[in-house]
């Protein structure tokens, strides 16, 4: 059955479906009844309902963007993997970027109700199908997919604003004032749910729909957030058994030629161009988008590719008279011989974009990167016409993900097989177009605990950047202090025009109950440490 893009509008367009997000999600004047008596009768209703529950992937907070939402990739300008440094001031985000962040901050509230949209359609599903005249098994599965969506938002809500009210039924004016839950409490039931259901999903499914493996990656996600390694390790070691696969091109992977792999586990779906239901979260003006820049610390991060080691030279390119670095004349020699995966994912001094740059003639596009660097991931600098509205889809959950996080849940664990701890890293980095030296030829044997986490940790970044999961890990590893002076340092030693970043200490690891939020809902609180 064609889920994405054939019922989207019938679906937006049906009233029983939706809870509106104009102003916040537990507003009063915007609850719906669960459900009218006209619909939830036919199986084509309920495929309107679940595609509903899809449709509200594609906000621009959370798998796409309009370049001025937060979006996936622009998720990674709040970490040390980029920044909005171009557009600052202009960007959603950009104040959490800088530490100078508050309830009110629009990044906190947008993204607040994007989460609870989708939980809100997969509640009013999960009500309401047992109504449809379909087969016990195809409630099931449509249950099953449901219930894995609602848990992919409680994952981005638990690691950002922690404690969160956990809604799993429809709104109704009864129920619209509801407390937070613990994130424990969430947490636990949450993976209790995945657990549950996974055994109703298909091994394979029509490309964009949950399948087994993307509800046992997301089970694994959720305990490895929360330092739940057994239950990380046993979902993780259920998705290796379903025959995913490290792509052998990690520069097609990233474009709609690739988009039919084997690694790829869920995906976001978009369908173009000229049909309104595409892409924009990888738009650009036909010259790399200075809306969005990357670090020289990531760029720096992918090592030299024929030893594998770290790169040690630290000639950038010509420094003024005030020993500033003159980011029009960068030095493309810095960023050659690197990891592969470098130029797939940042647009670096020496690349031509639609023939224009390379070594000696550096192009800057319509207005130079005060970093020297752009991203490269997702964008199609041939898609002159159409990077508005485009068919790419956004990739939710890579093998290479599955793959990197067992590795880590396993060395957290303890009692670990070194060799296959590095196997699994060396899966990853050995992919055919990559082939970076294998972690025992450059680091040896015999690895500490504290050594193979930063292997882990330092292959995540790489491999995983501009994939918006570079800030959770940066949460959950509790180094937003090194991310902030990294860029900080980066700031004042080259003299770039970054927007300054500060940190606040613990409770940036928390993101506050939105403003709007607390004065519609008097039953919210706060977060401790932002009272």
């Known amino acids: 059955m064609k889920l994405i893009n054939k019922y989207i509008s019938l679906a937006l367009l049906s009233g029983a479906l939706m809870t509106s997000c104009s102003d916040s999600f537990l507003q009063k004047d915007s609850l719906t009844e669960s459900s009218s008596s006209a619909f939830w009768q036919t199986p084509n209703d309920a495929?309107?309902?679940?595609?509903?529950?899809?449709?509200?992937?594609?906000?621009?907070?959370?798998?796409?963007?309009?370049?001025?939402?937060?979006?996936?990739?622009?998720?990674?300008?709040?970490?040390?993997?980029?920044?909005?440094?171009?557009?600052?001031?202009?960007?959603?985000?950009?104040?959490?970027?800088?530490?100078?962040?508050?309830?009110s901050s629009g990044v906190v509230g947008e993204y607040w109700k994007a989460c609870y949209e989708v939980i809100n359609r997969c509640n009013l599903l999960i009500a309401n199908i047992d109504r449809v005249s379909m087969s016990a098994e195809d409630i099931?599965?449509?249950?099953?997919?449901?219930?894995?969506?609602?848990?992919?938002?409680?994952?981005?809500?638990?690691?950002?604003?922690?404690?969160?009210?956990?809604?799993?039924?429809?709104?109704?004016?009864?129920?619209?004032?509801?407390?937070?839950?613990?994130?424990?409490?969430?947490?636990?039931?949450?993976?209790?749910?995945?657990?549950?259901?996974?055994?109703?999903?298909?091994a394979t499914a029509e490309l964009g729909r949950i399948t087994r493996g993307a509800c046992y990656s997301l089970l694994g996600r959720m305990a490895l957030y929360n330092e739940k390694w057994d239950d990380a390790i046993a979902a993780y070691r259920e998705v290796q058994k379903l025959g995913y696969s490290i792509d052998p091109s990690y520069a097609k992977l990233f474009t709609q030629d690739g988009q039919k792999s084997q690694e790829i586990v869920f995906s976001v779906r978009y369908e173009g161009p000229g049909k309104s239901e595409g892409a924009a979260f990888n738009a650009h003006w036909n010259t790399p988008l200075e809306a969005m820049n990357g670090t020289i610390d990531l760029a720096d991060a992918y090592y030299v590719k024929s030893t594998g080691e770290k790169v040690t030279d630290t000639n950038y390119g010509e420094m003024k008279d005030d020993g500033?670095?003159?980011?029009?004349?960068?030095?493309?020699?810095?960023?050659?011989?690197?990891?592969?995966?470098?130029?797939?994912?940042?647009?670096?001094?020496?690349?031509?974009?639609?023939?224009?740059?390379?070594?000696?003639?550096?192009?800057?596009?319509?207005?130079?990167?005060?970093?020297?660097?752009?991203?490269?991931?997702?964008?199609?600098?041939?898609?002159?016409?159409?990077?508005?509205?485009?068919?790419?889809?956004?990739?939710?959950?890579?093998?290479?993900?599955?793959?990197?996080?067992?590795?880590?849940?396993?060395?957290?664990?303890?009692?670990?097989?070194?060799?296959?701890?590095l196997a699994?890293?060396?899966?990853?980095?050995?992919r055919a177009d990559v082939k970076m030296p294998k972690v025992e030829d450059v680091e040896g044997k015999g690895l500490t605990k504290a050594e193979l986490l930063e292997v882990i940790k330092h292959e995540r970044r790489v491999e995983l950047a501009f994939e918006g999961l570079r800030l959770f890990d940066v949460y959950r590893w509790k180094e937003l202090d090194k991310a902030v002076a990294n860029i900080e340092k980066e700031r004042t030693s080259l003299g770039l025009a970054y927007e300054p970043r500060q940190y606040n200490g613990e409770r940036d690891y928390v993101w506050p109950v939105p403003t709007d939020e607390l004065d519609t809902n008097k039953a919210l609180l706060q977060h401790d440490l932002w009272k």
């Not at 980029?82 to 800088?98: I, K, L, P, R």
């Not at 752009?374 to 790419?392: I, L, R």
Request: glycine share 8%; proline share 4%; with cysteine.
């Open 424 to 430: 699994l890293v060396d899966e990853v980095r050995q």
């Open 324 to 421: 500033t670095l003159d980011v029009s004349k960068p030095n493309a020699q810095h960023f050659e011989n690197r990891d592969p995966r470098l130029y797939t994912t940042l647009f670096v001094p020496g690349m031509k974009w639609n023939g224009k740059g390379g070594e000696g003639a550096w192009y800057g596009g319509a207005a130079a990167s005060v970093s020297t660097v752009y991203v490269m991931k997702y964008f199609d600098p041939t898609d002159t016409g159409n990077s508005w509205d485009n068919g790419q889809d956004f990739y939710v959950v890579r093998y290479a993900e599955v793959l990197l996080s067992l590795a880590e849940a396993l060395v957290q664990k303890g009692g670990y097989d070194e060799n296959e701890v």
């Open 140 to 202: 099931a599965c449509y249950k099953a997919e449901a219930i894995t969506l609602r848990a992919l938002m409680y994952i981005n809500l638990t690691i950002t604003y922690q404690d969160v009210p956990y809604l799993t039924e429809p709104l109704t004016l009864e129920n619209s004032e509801c407390a937070k839950s613990t994130r424990e409490f969430i947490v636990g039931e949450v993976m209790a749910d995945l657990k549950d259901i996974a055994p109703s999903l298909p």
């Open 47 to 103: 495929m309107m309902a679940l595609t509903a529950c899809y449709d509200a992937l594609q906000s621009n907070q959370l798998y796409n963007s309009d370049q001025y939402s937060l979006g996936p990739l622009y998720m990674d300008c709040i970490s040390d993997n980029g920044g909005h440094f171009n557009w600052s001031g202009w960007m959603e985000g950009y104040e959490m970027a800088m530490g100078i962040h508050n309830p």
